[in-house]
């Protein structure tokens, strides 16, 4: 069967971005707060001292979208998230994250996936 991407605009924080949004290149917002943000993110990754240069990529996932916190425009934002072209940042970290497009990546996720899925124990 195939998928149709039925979803115009992703509305998610950084830790929980589907990576499906940037395969099938969705426009995606990013909310901010006090508990979820780039910020926070990044001082967890140095409290766990990981290697400043993986900081930096993962949190290159903000490149992708547009940031906004709760008490701004939700409407105008919307807007800005639409209009704006986030194909470069979004292709970089997918490549990051998936090592690229081609019909033998693919191929390879599903079949990892439909191994794993008939390995696991029966409830």
């Known amino acids: 069967g195939e998928i149709f ?18 395969f099938y290149k969705i426009p995606i917002i990013f909310v901010e707060t006090d508990r979820a943000s780039k910020v926070k993110f990044r001082e967890h990754m140095q409290k766990n001292n990981l290697n400043e240069r993986y900081i930096k990529r993962v949190l290159s996932i903000y490149d992708c979208g547009v940031s906004i916190t709760p008490d701004e425009s939700v409407a105008k934002k919307i807007k800005l998230a639409l209009s704006q072209d986030k194909t470069e940042a979004q292709e ?3 490549k990051w994250v998936f090592n690229g497009r081609s019909k033998d990546r693919q191929l390879e996720a599903t079949r990892f ?3 794993h899925i008939s390995r696991k124990d029966p409830d």
């Not at 991407?5 to 940037?22: F, K, M, Q, R, Y």
């Open 92 to 94: 970089s970290y997918f």
């Open 113 to 115: 996936i439909l191994n």
């Open 5 to 22: 991407n039925l979803t115009d605009l992703l509305i998610c924080d950084g830790a929980s971005v589907p990576e499906e949004a940037l």
